[in-house]
């Protein structure tokens, strides 16, 4: 279960920009439902409050500033959020039109190969694709647990971390031996 302080955040988020609004499910565990996307079934995967605020909050601000700027109303489906091999991965298809079964393979350390919507070099599409690409690369320097400086940790699950957060996450694997 999320904590309060993730469960405001992303509460604000969906308020704040519509297209992550998800549909609310009764029960704690809920049957995957076939109508919604992944995002809309489980929300934010893995994600941790350090990276709603400084990686989703401010990646959403720019996805509406370009929208705005476009002279379109926001209509990105958001498909998947997760954190997967210490990185960012945010899914997503322009509209219903366009919407994409697969959006990339992605490999340990970030590596991988990522689908994206084809579009005219200024096109909003490819503006959308460069800020999304922009806030996925920035994902594997901001530390998941306190937001200072860190890189990809080869761990038993790869996280991205600090010094600290490393050291202190080291410390508590050697207390379990």
Known sequence: MKDKEFQKIDAMLQEKYPILK?????ERYHKFND???????WGFEGLSVVWL???????MEEIYKCYERHGET????????KEKWAT?????????????????????GGAGIRLYPNGEDDSLANEI???VRKYESKSREVCIYC???GEIRPLR??????????NKRLEQMNQKK
């Open 147 to 149: 937001g200072k400086k």
């Open 22 to 26: 998800r549909p609310h499910f009764d």
């Open 74 to 81: 926001p209509k990105l489906i958001v498909e998947q959020v």
């Open 157 to 166: 699950w790869r996280l991205t971390l600090c010094d600290d957060c490393y």
């Open 129 to 131: 694709a460069a800020i």
């Open 88 to 108: 960012l991965k945010f899914y997503y298809s322009l509209d219903e039109d366009h919407r994409q079964a697969i959006h990339g393979i992605d490999a340990i």
């Open 53 to 59: 605020k400084q990686l989703i909050e401010p990646m």
């Open 35 to 41: 109508e919604y996307t992944i995002y809309q079934n």
